[in-house]
T-cell receptor, first 110, second 113 residues
Framework: KNEVEQSPQNLTAQEGEFITINCSYS?????LHWLQQHPGGGIVSLFM?????KKHGRLIATINIQEKHSSLHITASHPRDSAVYIC????????????WGAGTKLIIKP | NAGVTQTPKFQVLKTGQSMTLQCAQD?????MYWYRQDPGMGLRLIYY???????DKGEVPNGYNVSRLNKREFSLRLESAAPSQTSVYFC????????????FGDGTRLSIL
């Protein structure tokens, strides 16, 4: 069993839909990282959070430390949001080591 | 502000050849990482360096060596390339504050024939 698991693995939705991608982890973490990888391959950091909720534009990330669960939401989804979304966890008391989820491939159809 | 710079962007090698992938960051970050990404797969950590002068093995270190030359530069060496090492390699860096974004290079597409 992976220490960081994402769901769903693949998600196809229509433009305008509200999107939720989930990340669960089974280890103690210091922080959780959400990233986006576009079809061209470039990787961009979206959020780093250890508690509560963060919002940037149409993207919202939440984390529940007690439940060891984080979600990434996209409101009013657009075809340009099509990408792979990855969560990664900083292990508590580790030497800056990250454990990576396998990613969620999101396709937004016009 | 260049961020994280990887060279080369593309490389084709023959089995048994050696090469070094270069990575440099200009953000004064302490931690640097090398990942590989195989087609349709997630990132896997090869080696990381939490600070200048230290390196640690990640999930898939076999067949690779690294050097943290200074705070800016972290190189990855393939001593004897094998077809199984065909992949896209990403370098990344992170400040000591883990709540700052991790920055990635554009990747090196490496093919071993």
């Amino acid at each position: 069993k992976n220490e960081v698991e994402q769901s769903p693995q693949n998600l196809t939705a229509q433009e305008g839909e509200f999107i939720t991608i989930n990340c669960s982890y089974s280890v103690g973490i210091s922080a959780l990282h959400w990233l986006q990888q576009h079809p061209g391959g470039g990787i961009v950091s979206l959020f780093m959070l250890s508690s509560g909720k963060k919002k940037h534009g149409r993207l919202i990330a939440t984390i529940n430390i007690q439940e060891k669960h984080s979600s990434l939401h996209i409101t009013a989804s657009h075809p340009r949001d099509s990408a792979v979304y990855i969560c990664a966890a900083f292990l508590m008391d580790s030497n800056y080591q990250l454990i990576w989820g396998a990613g969620t491939k999101l396709i937004i159809k016009p | 502000n260049a961020g994280v710079t990887q060279t080369p962007k593309f490389q084709v090698l023959k089995t048994g050849q050696s090469m070094t992938l270069q990575c440099a960051q200009d953000m004064n970050h302490n931690s640097m990482y090398w990942y590989r990404q195989d087609p349709g797969m997630g990132l896997r950590l090869i080696y990381y360096s939490a600070s200048e002068g230290t390196t640690d093995k990640g999930e898939v270190p076999n067949g690779y060596n690294v050097s943290r030359l200074n705070k800016r530069e972290f190189s990855l060496r393939l001593e004897s390339a094998a077809p199984s090492q065909t992949s896209v390699y990403f370098c990344a860096s992170l400040s000591r504050d883990i709540f700052q974004p991790q920055h990635f290079g554009d990747g090196t597409r490496l093919s071993i024939l």
